[in-house]
């Protein structure tokens, strides 16, 4: 190799990543958990309405997991560069891929089926895995709302 072919170094930066969360749960503590979910946002950095829709958000798919997951699931919750992310996992039978797929809002006198797209749609990201062995959600939220760009200034 040539030194017109070696690449420059790559300077590798850490990425701040702060576990604040991981616990099992069944429906027991689903509101001692959301509660600590809510603390622990809002003490990263997580504030106002941002902060009332991770934890609604979160709130949907730790619900999920126990109705539709086997009853119990784990979650974990933390703080990454200026993210608040958190993953729920289960061990239901998974989501069919006509399910996930449907990003249409259920009608309103749905009784159920508003927990994927409320999640999906109070978080800036959302990704799914999920199979016969179970599910995982993960989601994210900035710290900070994004600051509109100046068009037509």
Do not use: K
């Amino acid at each position: 190799m040539t030194n017109a072919e070696r690449s420059a170094p790559r300077t590798v930066v850490p990425i701040e990543r702060s576990l604040l969360i991981a616990e099992a749960f069944a429906q027991a503590q689903v509101t001692e958990l959301r509660h600590s979910v809510t603390s622990c946002a809002h003490a990263a950095g997580l504030s106002g309405q941002r902060l009332d829709d991770f934890v609604l958000a979160v709130n949907e798919l730790i619900t999920n997991a126990v109705r539709h997951g086997g009853g119990q699931g784990w979650l974990r919750l933390w703080r990454q560069a200026e993210s608040m992310l958190c993953e729920v996992s289960d061990h239901g039978q998974g989501i069919s891929a006509q399910r996930l797929h449907d990003r249409r809002r259920p009608a309103p006198e749905t009784a159920g089926g508003w927990g994927l797209w409320l999640a999906r749609e109070l978080s800036d990201t959302m990704q799914v895995e999920t199979g016969t062995a179970g599910t995982t959600v993960r989601i994210s939220t900035a710290l900070q709302s994004p600051q509109p760009t100046g068009h037509g200034d």
